[in-house]
Nanobody, 124 residues
């Protein structure tokens, strides 16, 4: 099993920045892909950004390209999501996720491990 603990959600004004962190524990050797998803009420969970183990490949939703950056500290089994130029449309519950494979890296179906979620609220 893999456990994921995230932090960093908050309320900010439009144009501001936040950094989310997600630390993995347990059978971390089984992880090949980690990343972030977000969800708002009534909508499907959306892939935001993911990164392959070792950081060789990153994947971003079109809506966040150029504003969000995902990174990894492999020694700490931690991934980060730096979010800049936030807009109200970024308001959502953000979830960290981990997967044992890298097929379809922005699809929620790929991921078997999930965090509890952290709220990000961007006000105009």
């Amino acid at each position: 099993q893999v456990q994921l603990v995230e932090s960093g959600g908050d309320s900010v004004q439009a144009g501001g920045s936040l950094r989310l962190s997600c630390a993995a524990s347990g059978y971390t050797y089984s992880i090949n892909l980690m990343g972030w998803f977000r969800q708002t009420p009534g909508k499907e969970r959306e892939g935001v950004a993911t990164i392959s183990r070792g950081g060789g490949s990153t994947y971003y939703a079109d809506s966040v390209k150029g504003r969000f950056t995902i990174s990894e500290d492999k020694a700490k089994n931690t991934v980060y999501l730096q979010m800049n130029s936030l807009t109200p449309e970024d308001t959502a519950m953000y979830y960290c996720a981990a997967a044992g494979w890298t097929l379809r890296p922005l699809s929620a179906e790929t991921f078997g491990y999930w965090s509890q979620g952290t709220q990000v609220t961007v006000s105009s």
